[in-house]
């Protein structure tokens, strides 16, 4: 009876040592983790300038962009994200667009909830505007102008998936693919569909503005 009792004691002794040595531990990897800074913050700011290649939905053409962002964080789920292309040159001898700033604002959703991780993936919905005019040449060697090109605003909106990886507190890689809606109308020959995919990618820089 008395060894069954001392048995009982030692058991009970144990596990209540081993639950006080987990808790404090866990206590300890909470407490750390408060003390630590993630990739991903409140107001953490982002930004970044590349070039951007695109194609066109409605024909054969290819353009290229330079593209600026800039991304504020309200938490860890949403951010407010402006994006600016500015249009640069196509690959064809005769292009469609003659030149195009395209300008957008919206809202991007973060599936990765988690600060400490380096991975993120986002969605975003973003409306804008265009000024683009069409190229008005006729195909001849030399190029000879028909008409002088017109400037042309229209609405338009932006639908993007993208992911960046973190590599330090102050920069990220990243990469973002973009359907962009617009039309070009009040022209004689028009109107016409200028939506285009638009791709992406470079090395971001990143401010924390919050501690």
Request: proline share 4%; with cysteine.
């Amino acid at each position: 009876m008395v060894k069954s009792i001392l048995v009982i004691a030692c058991t009970f002794i144990t596990s209540f040592g081993f639950s006080q040595e987990t808790g404090s531990a866990e206590f300890l990897v909470i407490q750390e983790r408060r003390r630590m800074v993630g990739y991903r913050n409140k107001g953490l700011l982002e930004a970044s300038v590349t070039l951007a290649p695109s194609t066109m939905l409605s024909r054969k053409s290819n353009n290229f962009y330079l593209n600026a962002f800039a991304e504020y964080h309200f938490d860890l789920n949403v951010s407010l994200r402006s994006d600016n292309y500015l249009h640069l040159n196509a690959l064809e001898d005769s292009p469609f667009i003659n030149n195009a700033i395209r300008s957008y604002f919206g809202v991007f959703y973060h599936l990765n909830h988690n600060q400490f991780t380096n991975l993120d993936v986002t969605l975003g919905v973003q409306p804008g505007i265009v000024i683009m005019s069409k190229s008005n040449y006729d195909g001849l060697e030399p190029l000879v102008a028909i008409e002088p090109s017109r400037n042309i605003v229209s609405p338009s909106f932006a639908l993007s998936v993208g992911g960046k990886f973190y590599v330090w507190k102050y920069f990220n890689f990243f990469a973002n693919v973009s359907y962009l809606n617009s039309n070009m109308g009040g022209l004689p020959d028009g109107p016409f569909n200028t939506d285009e995919i638009i791709l992406s990618a470079g090395l971001g820089l990143q401010i924390p503005t919050r501690k």
